[in-house]
């Protein structure tokens, strides 16, 4: 069992920035790709950023390209998601997620976190 805790959240104004950190107490931390993904009000929940295990790749969505950046610290087990000029559709509930196997797009990985609140101002 992978428990995940994120942190970070807040309320910005557009154009701000924020870093969401997500911490996975235990020692298999590196063996598991990581996602961050977030659902808005009334909407589904959709995929963000991944990264593998070793943190060498990255993926994005296309919304997110080139203001997301997601990393991963391995010996702190923690994975970050720095969020730059902040717009105010990326206002939504952030879930980072991880999964032995899977580290793709899909909802499908077998552990989630909590969630953090976004908020962005307009």
């Known amino acids: 069992q992978v428990q995940l805790a994120e942190s970070g959240g807040g309320l910005v104004q557009a154009g701000g920035s924020l870093r969401l950190s997500c911490a996975a107490p235990?020692?298999?931390?590196?063996?598991?790709?990581m996602g961050w993904f977030r659902q808005a009000p009334g909407k589904e929940r959709e995929f963000v950023a991944t990264?593998?295990?070793?943190?060498?790749?990255?993926t994005y969505a296309d919304s997110v390209v080139g203001r997301f950046t997601i990393s991963r610290d391995n010996a702190k087990n923690t994975v970050y998601a720095q969020m730059n000029s902040l717009k105010p559709e990326d206002t939504a509930l952030y879930y980072c997620?991880?999964?032995?196997?899977?580290?793709?797009?899909?909802?499908?990985?077998?552990?989630w976190g909590q969630g953090t609140q976004v908020t962005v101002s307009s």
């Open positions: 997620a991880a999964d032995r196997y899977l580290c793709d797009s899909g909802n499908n990985y077998a552990y």
């Open positions: 235990g020692r298999t931390f590196s063996s598991y790709c």
């Open positions: 990264i593998n295990r070793s943190g060498l790749i990255t």
